[in-house]
C-alpha cells in the first residue's frame, strides 16, 4: 500500500499565501504523476495542479489557480508541494494530494490522501 499524509493547511486571510505539502510512503518504486485536486462544500472535486516525474517536472494547473498557485516535488522524498499565493475566498476547500506509480512488485498505483482543510476568510 501507499499512504499520502498531507500538512500545511489551515486559516488564511484573503490575499495571504500557505504551503502544502504531501508525503508518500509505501511499498513505492516510483511515483509517475502527484498533484492536488480540492472539493469546495456543494461542489464536484477539480484538479488543481499536476506535476510529472521528468526532469523538472511538467505541471499543468486549473485555470483558477493559474498564476498564484506553483506546484513543485521532491522526488528523493516523494513529496509533493502546493504553494498558494494571493488566496481568495472561492479557494476555500478541503484539499487532497494524489500520486500514481508503481509498486515495488511492479504494478500500478493510484492513490489519494484524506485531505486537509484550506479555509479562506475575506
Do not use: H
Not at 7 to 13: K, M, P, W, Y
Not at 63 to 73: A, C, E, L, M, Q
Not at 93 to 118: E, P, R
Amino acid at each position: 500500500q501507499v499512504q499520502l499524509v498531507e500538512s500545511g493547511g489551515g486559516l488564511v486571510q484573503a490575499g495571504g499565501s500557505l504551503r502544502l505539502s504531501c508525503a508518500a510512503s509505501g511499498d513505492i518504486f516510483s511515483i509517475e504523476t502527484m498533484g492536488w485536486s480540492r472539493q469546495a462544500p456543494g461542489k464536484q472535486r477539480e484538479v488543481v495542479a499536476t506535476i510529472t516525474s521528468t526532469s523538472g517536472g511538467t505541471t499543468d494547473y486549473a485555470d483558477s489557480v493559474k498564476g498564484r498557485f506553483t506546484v513543485s516535488r521532491d522526488n528523493a522524498k516523494n513529496t509533493v508541494y502546493l504553494q498558494m499565493n494571493s488566496l481568495k475566498p472561492e479557494d476555500t476547500a478541503v484539499y487532497y494530494c494524489n500520486a500514481a506509480g508503481l509498486y515495488l512488485s511492479g504494478t500500478y498505483f493510484g492513490s489519494w490522501g484524506q485531505g486537509i482543510q484550506v479555509t479562506v476568510s475575506s
